[in-house]
């Protein structure tokens, strides 16, 4: 069994995320934001061990990726934000990982083709990155991931390539996979193992090798009725305050899906709070982080499926509050990470 953590990249300054966001914006300036909304909340939520490192900084870079080996991470999922013919953002960090050859750990890539927009603002009609799709973006596509395929260190599945595309939703879609996976096999002689997450996905999948995935917490808690009904109150002015789940219905849900989804690779959440970004709109999973891991990871433990791949999300997302690096909150100290140990065991 493999441990494969998300990865975001979002930590150094771009021009694109300057120009919406402010200078200098990072994912940081969000997390730095974050603010107690309800009584209990815990907000901010502080780096222990590497501080707000900046991810364009090749000893930076290394140093938290070799961190990821140190906790019992088999590999980084990282995202990539591809959008048309070259033009692309945030990938300094896969691309160090390529040239310091050094780290000794492995990573794939989890393409999140979509529309990036102002949604953290509450807009989601302003589009700054349009996805869009086409044989020349295909193959420049291709071009660009060769290189990564190429490197011994880059995660494969039945002797395939791993990669995450995390919008099934298209024939535009399914063409360019078709493209990326005939030239990987006309380059390798071997093809790719798409991953998709099923509560995303609308195309058919019978020419490609491929794997189901999970992708909390969206597919757990939206069928709650606790969920429903406050958001319902949040989205007409009723509700000035973030929705709240608890751990007790998130775990439930996550149990119900599980066991009736059995061959669905399974996704640990290392715990979720979004109002660093979205504030009184955001989301809150309340209760304790590695109890909320543990819980997760006796009920994958109850089903006795046996699985190749179990995925975590994520390794820093800190802004949506789903972390497994060390952090603190008003003196308290958490590491999250321990509570993989008993997976890996």
Not at 125 to 130: G, L, R, S, V, W
Request: some cysteine; aromatic content about 16%; proline content about 5%.
């Amino acid at each position: 069994m493999k441990l494969y953590s998300y990865f975001l990249p979002q930590f150094y300054p771009t021009p694109e995320n300057d120009k919406f966001w402010g200078k200098d914006f990072t994912d940081w300036v969000s997390t730095r934001n974050g603010k107690p909304l309800f009584d209990g909340h815990k907000q901010p939520y502080r780096p222990l061990v590497h501080g707000e490192y900046d991810l364009s900084d090749k000893p930076q870079a290394k140093k938290v990726i070799d961190y990821s080996v140190r906790i019992g991470i088999d590999g980084l999922i990282y995202w990539h934000y591809w959008f048309s013919n070259g033009f692309q953002t945030l990938e300094k960090v896969p691309e160090i990982h390529l040239s310091e050859k050094k780290i000794n750990q492995k990573f794939c890539f989890a393409w999140a083709n979509a529309d990036w927009t102002k949604s953290w603002q509450g807009d989601n009609n302003t589009i700054i990155f349009k996805q869009i799709y086409s044989e020349s973006s295909a193959i420049e596509h291709f071009n660009y991931l060769k290189s990564f395929f190429s490197d011994s260190r880059y995660i494969k599945f039945n002797g395939n390539f791993l990669f995450q595309v995390n919008h099934g939703t298209s024939n535009e879609v399914k063409m360019h996979m078709k493209i990326l996976d005939d030239l990987c096999f006309n380059e390798f002689g071997s093809r790719i193992h798409f991953l998709l997450p099923k509560d995303k996905l609308s195309i058919d999948l019978s020419d490609f090798n491929h794997s189901l995935i999970s992708f909390p917490p969206g597919e757990i808690y939206s069928s709650l009725l606790s969920y429903k009904v406050q958001r319902f109150f949040q989205e007409i002015g009723i509700l000035n305050k973030p929705v709240r789940i608890s751990q007790n219905s998130y775990v439930n849900n996550f149990k119900k899906f599980t066991n009736q989804n059995p061959d669905i690779i399974p996704c640990i959440l290392s715990g979720w709070d979004n109002t660093a970004r979205y504030k009184n709109k955001g989301v809150v999973l309340l209760g304790n982080i590695k109890e909320l891991i543990r819980r997760q990871i006796d009920v994958i433990k109850s089903t006795r499926k046996v699985h190749e791949i179990i995925l975590v999300k994520a390794f820093n997302e800190w802004a949506e509050g789903n972390i497994i690096e060390p952090h603190e909150f008003d003196g308290d100290i958490i590491y999250p990470y321990e509570s993989l140990e008993e997976l890996k065991k």
